[in-house]
């Protein structure tokens, strides 16, 4: 009985001060920094891209449709990467070693992070992967695709290149 009284009372706090409570980042909020190693042991940080716009895209090895979206991302990242888009793919796979085995069979252009405690999966509030977060040059959520990002075979679908277009101002 005591905790359900400590409970009610915690919730009555909450809500009397309208605190916001922790959850995943709204569109338009700055999208939590993170700090996250590559395979080669060097570490990224989301906020050091700031003047750039971002895509995350958190997938994992032993996920099929993160895999068949994968060349899709590197040819979007080709296509514009002189205009200002960075496409990190954080993998998060809790076994790096699976991960440098998977880069060994299939090499990807895009920047690779690791997230092997699954922290930001858990900080962006994913469902499950693969998910996509667009982050804009000033570091705000701006978009998010639950699921393979839209795709023609390889080539990235027209909805995809409409967000991504749009946070480039073109």
């Known amino acids: 009985m005591t905790r359900l009284v400590a409970a009610a009372v915690c919730l009555a706090l909450v809500a009397a001060t309208g605190c916001k409570t922790a959850g995943p980042p709204a569109t338009g909020e700055l ?16 906020s050091g ?3 750039k716009v971002v895509l995350v895209n958190l997938w994992a090895t032993w996920c099929p449709p ?20 960075v496409v990190l793919g954080v993998a ?11 880069l060994d069979r299939s090499p990807l252009k ?22 996509t ?17 839209p795709h023609e075979g390889n080539a990235p679908g027209q909805e995809l290149v409409q967000i991504v277009e749009q946070l480039l101002g073109g």
């Open 31 to 46: 999208a939590p920094d993170f700090v996250l190693p590559t395979l080669d042991g060097q570490s990224r940080k989301l």
């Open 49 to 51: 891209y700031r003047g």
């Open 66 to 85: 993160c895999i068949e979206e994968l060349p899709v991302l590197e040819k979007l990242e080709a296509d514009y990467s002189s205009k200002g888009l």
């Open 92 to 102: 998060g796979d809790e076994d790096p070693k699976l991960v440098r085995e998977f």
């Open 110 to 131: 895009i920047e690779v992070l690791l997230d092997t405690r699954g922290v930001i999966g858990t900080q962006y509030g994913i469902t499950g992967y693969p998910e």
């Open 133 to 149: 977060f667009f982050v804009d040059r000033q570091g705000r959520l701006r978009n998010k695709i639950i699921g393979p990002v």
